[in-house]
């Protein structure tokens, strides 16, 4: 997950996510789900938005809560896992104890694609 794009977010990975869960749990499947955060992506992990480099963002301020439900309800409800980009929060100087609690630091994106994939895990880019 590279976007910062609200809408995007929201279409593809809140409201896709959840969508697709349902179809495979109607199918009597799991569909496991590993979302490795990085790039423009970070702003929507992070709890304490006052503390961050996002704290201008009117936007995403006014999404927030929403945001954080539904992020919290995918992770509780269907099993997703959220990691963090180590590399990348550190060079836009973002605080890992202003995440969510569900998000899981990794030392950068690549090892975290790389791992998924070699567990047979299929590469989905949201960007």
């Not at 009117?58 to 954080?68: G, N, P, S, T």
């Not at 899981?104 to 791992?115: H, K, Q, R």
Request: glycine share 6%; proline share 3%; charged share 25%.
């Amino acid at each position: 997950l590279t976007t910062g794009d609200l809408r995007k977010f929201k279409m593809y990975l809140l409201s896709g996510v959840s969508n697709s869960a349902e179809y495979y749990k109607n199918q009597l499947k799991d569909l496991k789900v590993v979302v490795i955060i990085h790039g423009d992506a970070y702003k929507f992990f992070i709890k304490d938005l006052e503390n961050s480099p996002y704290r201008n963002d009117k936007e995403l301020l006014a999404e927030q809560k929403e945001i954080e439900s539904k992020l919290n309800y995918l992770a509780i409800n269907y099993g997703v896992r959220f990691q963090m980009c180590e590399q990348g929060m550190k060079s836009r100087k973002i605080d890992p104890k202003t995440l969510y609690k569900f998000v899981e630091l990794i030392p950068n994106a690549f090892i975290g694609l790389v791992d998924w994939q070699n567990r047979g895990y299929a590469y989905i880019p949201l960007h």
